[in-house]
């Protein structure tokens, strides 16, 4: 569920998939969560760290279509330029 890739070396810190699906009150919808923690060590200053925090939620709707809700939190070395991108398929 939870994987790190690009050209850097980012190691898997925590990685919360939160259980099954959840179902709403009253059926018409479902829920997936994951909340996963990566670093790394290898952007420029090999003694400084580099962290992120995503956040995920999808809601699948009995209409066919869905929601999805998403936050990233990034610190540390060369942070500001990080980007985040969501595929939902």
């Known amino acids: 569920m939870c994987s790190a890739c690009g050209n850097a070396n980012w190691y898997v810190d925590s990685c919360n998939f939160q ?3 959840l179902y709403s009150a009253d059926y ?3 829920f997936s969560t994951v909340e996963n923690n990566f670093h790394n060590w290898d952007f420029m200053d090999p003694s400084q760290a580099t962290y992120v925090e995503h956040w995920n939620q999808i809601k699948g709707r009995n ?3 869905y929601n999805y809700w998403v936050d990233f939190r990034n610190s540390g070395e060369w942070s500001s330029i990080l980007l985040g ?3 939902a398929s």
């Open 63 to 65: 209409d066919g279509y």
């Open 19 to 21: 259980g099954n699906y």
């Open 28 to 30: 018409t919808a479902l």
């Open 85 to 87: 991108f969501v595929y």
